[in-house]
């Protein structure tokens, strides 16, 4: 008999089979570079700046050495730009210095990086290296919370615990996917659109609309 949370991702598939890393990104350079400039900001606003900023820094050597208002300047466009600028710079010089220029595999290590935190430490694992992880996100977060697999005052490392405990870790970076995709375009967190909704008659949020 199928678990709650695998009957959830089979239909999230048949939702999103779509459902992808929506960064921009040809190495595991590029996607941790990325993921550290997505956080409080749109992948679209991201993909809008990295191309530029890869044809001027296209390796952890040429960052590290990246003229601090020069790298700003490439990511003006996009929230809290001085500390990320900062942030890729510093972890640009650690790459460089300690790693021989390569992203790191391990966890312990992505998350000594400056600006590297468990979250985007699960998903440079996952996405970069093909390592079962699971990110939590503000979608991933939501979703897993308004569908009843995490208890809703659960805090983020303890909704990490908890799905990695009831989804399959052969569906860990499959589920981060599709839980994106499913709080991005369906179950937004201003007016989520509820009608034919496949998880309505266990869905938390309903539930609390409807008392």
């Not at 992808?20 to 409080?40: G, P, T, W, Y």
């Not at 992880?133 to 208890?151: F, I, N, P, Q």
Request: charged residues 30%; proline residues 5%.
């Amino acid at each position: 008999m199928k678990t709650k949370a695998n009957r959830i991702l089979d239909e999230l598939e048949n939702m999103f089979p779509e459902a992808k890393c929506e960064l921009d990104h040809r190495n595991v350079f590029e996607l941790l570079c990325a993921v550290i400039l997505s956080a409080q900001t749109t992948d679209v606003s991201v993909n809008k700046v990295t191309p530029a900023l890869f044809d001027m820094y296209p390796d952890a050597r040429t960052m590290k050495d990246a003229d601090l208002k020069d790298l700003e300047n490439c990511i003006r466009s996009i929230g809290l730009y001085r500390n990320k600028a900062l942030n890729l710079k510093k972890t640009a010089k650690d790459l460089d210095e300690r790693f021989d220029g390569q992203v790191p595999e391990s966890f312990d290590d992505l998350t000594s990086l400056p600006g590297v935190g468990r979250k985007t430490a699960n998903v440079i694992q996952a996405e970069g290296f093909k390592i079962p992880a699971l990110a939590v996100d503000t979608h991933v977060e939501r979703v897993s919370k308004r569908l009843g697999l995490v208890d809703p005052d659960e805090s983020t490392e303890g909704t990490e615990s908890t799905l990695k405990r009831k989804i399959p870790k052969y569906r860990w970076i499959r589920a981060h996917h599709l839980f994106i995709f499913f709080g991005r375009y369906r179950c937004k967190a201003q007016r989520p659109l509820c009608g034919g909704c496949p998880f309505e008659s266990f869905c938390v949020y309903l539930k609390g609309k409807t008392k």
